[in-house]
């Protein structure tokens, strides 16, 4: 069974930036493809970002050129770097862990982001 667990969301002004991380347990992580989702009140889950085991990575467009995602498959962690962050930026954020089929997710740390 994989774990994940999100750290460092909290409130910061628009314009701001904060540093997401996702530590996981086991030893699979270097082999899984890893991502961020974010659902914000009365809205559906949505990706963010994701990166696979190759590195290679995907954006929502809503936040190309502000976030980036990467991995330090070392530490089993990924993180997600959020700039120039906007009041609509404000969410849950989940991390999710796909690997053999499956698909484990964390329980989400919560961004705010005030105006």
């Known amino acids: 069974q994989v774990q994940l667990a999100e750290s460092g969301g909290g409130l910061v002004q628009a314009g701001g930036s904060l540093r997401l991380s996702c530590a996981a347990s086991g030893s699979i992580f270097s082999i899984s493809a890893v991502g961020w989702y974010r659902q914000a009140p009365g809205k559906q889950r949505e990706l963010v970002a994701d990166?696979?085991?190759?590195?290679?990575?995907n954006y929502a467009d809503s936040v190309k050129g502000r976030f980036t995602i990467s991995r330090d498959n070392a530490k089993n962690t990924v993180y997600l770097q959020m700039s120039s962050l906007k009041p609509e930026d404000t969410a849950v954020y989940y991390c999710?862990?796909?690997?053999?089929?499956?698909?484990?997710w964390g329980k989400g740390t919560l961004v705010t982001v005030s105006s």
């Open positions: 999710k862990l796909v690997v053999s089929g499956m698909a484990y």
């Open positions: 990166i696979d085991r190759g590195g290679s990575t």
